[in-house]
């Protein structure tokens, strides 16, 4: 599903050089539920913003389906996101005029497409379901609590039907019982919808969910043991 190959990046801070990744290899399979595990600064959310193809690595392969991404241009690369990757942050991203079910429609009107209007609100009534926010159809995001803002993220990445879903700290601004839920939720799914989840984090409790596990530091993986 994702092969990356010996990919470098680093950034500029003033005259500063920053190596946020330093000959990274990786293969993550279909149906998998990878962690990312590492502190701040250690090149984790450069990872996935490549995988997500919202980055380019300065050296290296990227092979997402068996198509190599670095050298596509900005059009091809909205289509493989549009069509093959959804999305969840920490900081949720919701838009805030807009109530639960209008948050979770809003990327199949990115894709544009002939999904008809009944379509619509039968997949995103079953999310909202899933994702036990039926009774909360109509409030916006300042009505929810954090834990129900991100299950909504988690059903707009997932309307649609995307084989990728990557989630960068999902659970940083959660409490304990609800990031639990939440990664339970995004279990789930992986599990039910044969979803391919990766998502990072720096709390070693999460990857007691997970299928596979992979520590980075300073921009290198370092070796650990099997997820709990």
Known sequence: MIRIKNVTKKYYLGKSEIHALRGIDIEINEGEMLCIMGPSGSGKSTLLN????????????????????????????????????????QSFNLVPVLNVYE???????????????????????????????????????????????????????????????????????????????IVSLMKTLNTEEKVTFVFSTHDPSLSKHTTSLCRLRDGVFEPVGGAA
Do not use: W
Request: hydrophobic content about 40%; overall charge neutral; aromatic content about 4%.
């Open 103 to 181: 948050n979770i429609e809003l990327p199949l009107y990115c894709m544009g497409g002939s999904c008809s209007r009944k379509e619509k609100d039968l997949k995103i009534s079953k999310l909202i379901e899933e994702v036990g926010l039926k009774e909360y159809l109509r409030h916006r995001p300042d009505e929810l609590s954090g834990g129900q803002r991100q299950r909504v993220a988690i059903a707009r990445a997932l309307v649609t039907s995307p084989k990728i879903v990557l989630a960068d700290e999902p659970t940083a601004n959660l409490d304990s019982v609800t990031a639990d839920s």
């Open 50 to 89: 490549i995988i997500g193809c919202l980055d380019k690595p300065d050296s290296g392969e990227v092979m997402i389906a068996n198509r190599s991404i670095c050298g596509l241009g900005r059009n091809e690369l909205a289509k493989i996101r549009a069509n093959m990757i959804g999305f969840i942050f």
